[in-house]
């Protein structure tokens, strides 16, 4: 059984940063790309960033260009995404995903 | 970057009733676009990808169309299960991007 299971939310001030970790089981973790998709409150899905299996293309969304960093461990079947520069816009459920598979996300909440 | 446009943003169904969801695309992004739907509190689960192809395991009820521009989700006959709200994400190229979302409702 796949699962993808997304850790390192919580409650940030704005100007901080947090690291969030997605830990992958059950597939052949270095034959994916993997993404970051975030959904703010009562809001649709966003993508935020995508990196490929050897973290040889890496995508942003505009949105979070210049201040989030997508990442992943192929040896420890995890994907990372460094979260600097928090904005309260960027409160949002955060998905690990493949784009077949996907995490129940971590909740990630900018607020003085 | 790639814009995607879809509609409507809610729409109102029977059970039984044949829906159509689409999503506009520009620039044109081939076949690389996938449907999901989504659940309140769940993650997503996609429905089809490369526009047309059913993920296995979903009901033949769900089809997908389209290339380039233009690209539909067409649910044939709904069910009460399928009550939710249905997203189109384009993967072209980066940055990815989804569909505003569209609600569907029980009438």
């Known amino acids: 059984e796949v699962q993808l299971v997304e850790s390192g939310g919580g409650l940030v001030q704005p100007g901080r940063s947090l690291r969030l970790s997605c830990a992958a089981s059950?597939?052949?973790?270095?034959?994916?790309?993997m993404h970051w998709v975030r959904q703010a409150p009562g809001k649709g899905l966003e993508w935020v960033s995508g990196i490929s299996w050897n973290s040889g293309n890496i995508g942003y969304a505009d949105s979070v260009k210049g201040r989030f960093t997508i990442s992943r461990d192929n040896a420890r079947n995890s994907l990372y995404l460094q979260l600097h520069s928090l904005r309260a816009e960027d409160t949002a459920l955060y998905y690990c995903a493949t784009q077949d598979y996907w995490g129940q996300g971590t909740l990630v909440t900018v607020s003085s | 970057d790639i814009q995607m446009t879809q509609s409507p943003s809610s729409l109102s169904a029977s059970v039984g009733d044949r829906v159509t969801i689409t999503c506009r695309a520009s620039?044109?992004?081939?076949?690389?676009l996938s449907w999901y739907q989504q659940k309140p509190g769940k993650a997503p689960k996609r429905l089809i990808y490369a526009a047309s192809t059913l993920q296995s395991g979903v009901p033949s009820r769900f089809s997908g169309s389209g290339s380039g521009t233009e690209f539909t989700l067409t649910i044939s006959s709904l069910q009460p299960e399928d009550f939710a709200t249905y997203y189109c994400l384009q993967h072209n190229s980066y940055p990815y991007t989804f569909g505003q979302g569209t609600k569907l409702e029980i009438k």
């Open positions: 620039p044109g992004i081939r076949s690389d």
């Open positions: 059950g597939l052949a973790f270095d034959n994916y790309a």
